[in-house]
């Protein structure tokens, strides 16, 4: 038989103290204070030089949280995201890490996954943590959540969309001008009939933008020429019952249009082809236009499964965002500055931080047309 003993694991060491560094130093835990908080030039060349050897000699770390409270200082910021599995979101963040190191802040990251309640729970903890302020990358949060950090002396910079009644700081894409270059793209090579296919935008300012600088353009073009149309799908990837039938309407009007067959060709055009756009006997050429990558993603998936490998040439697309697929599939996009965009927003939030008093301010920047295959003529 065998038997166990009951070990005791080792204790772990014990940490040093801002103490232990004064005695080791031969100096005052005053001074060891004034060396950690950078106030060098208060101590002499000798001084500093024990210290730095105590410092090493006992490895010691300084708790920064407790330093930090001790000053009303903790150098955390808070960051919440609706959707990490959005890329634009990890784009954005990347900006944000980069502008955390350079400015010696540290970024709590809290991931809501399109969870208002969420979104609600994680500012509420935020303020419990103390943080300096906080960037807001949210589905559905209303200014009556955000009001224990916008206006209770948190300072708060939005990201990409607007929080409505509340007065804050917003960087992001300029949205109207995007939709319009990318509307404007796709009537110059010729596309008769175009979809913008966005998520559901009753609550998120930055889809409202999208849609209504498309049908603004399309309706500047259609009073123009005559010919052009444009048609506002709305696709919520939440939901696959409303996915399903946002795809079934969608399939009824490319074949109204382009003709029933799987084959037919959205820019050759072929005489008698059923359901001509044009009404010059070939089919119109079509182009869906998509708000952001996870509804471009959607598309092409059902796009290839309904009218397989060749589905491009039945019908273009078209994207704000630029995700890596994007460039192996053709697929002509817009792509953010998504990394200045996480960057200059951290960099509102640390003047917010160290005391700035401006006015709110909105900082556009502009999305870059990268032309492929899918919208050639």
């Known amino acids: 038989m065998s038997t166990t003993s009951a070990r005791t694991p080792p204790a772990a060491p014990r940490r040093a103290t801002i103490t232990d560094v004064a005695r080791e130093a031969g100096t005052g835990k005053t001074s060891i204070s004034r060396y950690l908080n950078g106030e060098i030039s ?9 210290i730095e050897a105590a410092i090493a000699r006992l490895d010691y770390q300084p708790n920064q949280m407790a330093r930090g409270l001790k000053r009303g200082r903790n150098r955390l910021i808070g960051m919440l995201v609706a959707d990490l599995a959005n890329p634009y979101s990890v784009e954005v963040l990347q900006g944000v890490e980069a502008a955390c190191h350079a400015l010696g802040l540290m970024p709590l990251i809290c991931h809501a996954a ?15 943590y103390r943080v300096e302020g906080v960037i807001v990358n949210a589905l559905g949060v209303r200014e009556e959540t955000l009001r224990p950090v916008g206006g209770g002396g948190i300072p708060a910079v939005l990201v990409d969309r607007r929080v409505e009644g509340l007065v804050a700081d917003m960087v992001g894409l300029d949205n109207g001008a995007a939709a319009e270059l990318g509307t404007r793209h796709l009537l110059e090579q010729g596309f008769e009939q175009i979809w913008f296919v966005v998520q559901p935008f009753e609550q998120v300012s930055s889809r409202q933008l999208r849609v209504q600088a498309f049908e603004r353009t399309m309706h500047a073009h259609g009073g123009a020429a005559g010919r052009s149309r444009g048609h506002t799908l709305v696709l919520n990837l939440a939901e696959a019952a409303d ?13 109204a249009v382009c003709g029933g067959a799987r084959d037919t060709l959205a820019g050759s055009g072929r005489p008698g082809a059923e359901g001509t756009g044009t009404g010059t006997g070939t089919p119109a050429r079509v182009a869906l236009f998509a708000a952001n990558a996870p509804v471009a993603l959607c598309l092409a ?21 630029d995700p890596d697929w994007a460039e192996l599939a053709g697929i002509t996009t817009i792509r953010q500055p998504t ?12 003047e917010r931080i160290e005391g700035a008093q401006t006015g709110a301010r909105d900082c556009l920047l502009a999305g870059e047309l990268i032309v492929r295959a899918s919208t050639s003529r």
Not at 248 to 254: C, G, S
Not at 305 to 314: D, I, K, N, P, V
């Open 243 to 255: 996915v399903e039938r946002s795809l079934a309407e969608l399939d009824r009007a490319l074949a």
């Open 301 to 321: 998936l059902h796009l290839k499964a309904r009218y397989g490998a060749h589905w491009q040439t039945r019908v273009a697309l078209l994207s704000i965002d």
């Open 42 to 50: 208060a101590l002499s060349p000798d001084l500093r030089a024990r």
């Open 114 to 128: 399109n969870e208002v309640e969420m979104e609600r729970r994680f500012l509420q903890l935020l303020t419990t």
């Open 339 to 350: 990394c200045e965009i996480g960057y200059r927003a951290v960099q509102f939030l640390h």
